[in-house]
């Protein structure tokens, strides 16, 4: 092949050199790279979760119904049924009032004491 290349005109041979000296810097590029992966690979090491690999698939299994071959436990009743206090066109209407009164407990407090105090004063 080098015979070859040596029996090219010299346009050619430019090429060629150009293309060789291209193919060296992207081979040096690629090298540099996978060995900055690598280093960062190394550095990394586990990804570790906040909870164990063996909970998360307990956790997935649930879904299926599966528990390492045993079949899952029934989640318990609520406590409160809200289709039987409330029709269902209100439920989203009585959650956001409760998350209100959730939010801003200590300031309604704080307004029903004055409250409560104003009309312990005007009474007396």
Known sequence: MISEIRNLPHVYLLQVSESVAKLDK???EK???E?????ALDSVGEV???IKDELITVFANQST?????????PLPEPY?????LLPDTSISDALSVWDIIHVFRSTLCDISLIIVITLLTAIS
């Open 80 to 84: 409160l049924k809200l289709e039987s």
């Open 31 to 33: 090298s540099r790279a």
């Open 35 to 39: 060995s900055r992966l690598r280093s």
């Open 26 to 28: 992207l081979k040096r």
């Open 48 to 50: 570790k979760f906040p």
């Open 65 to 73: 119904g599966k528990v390492a071959g045993k079949h899952s436990k």
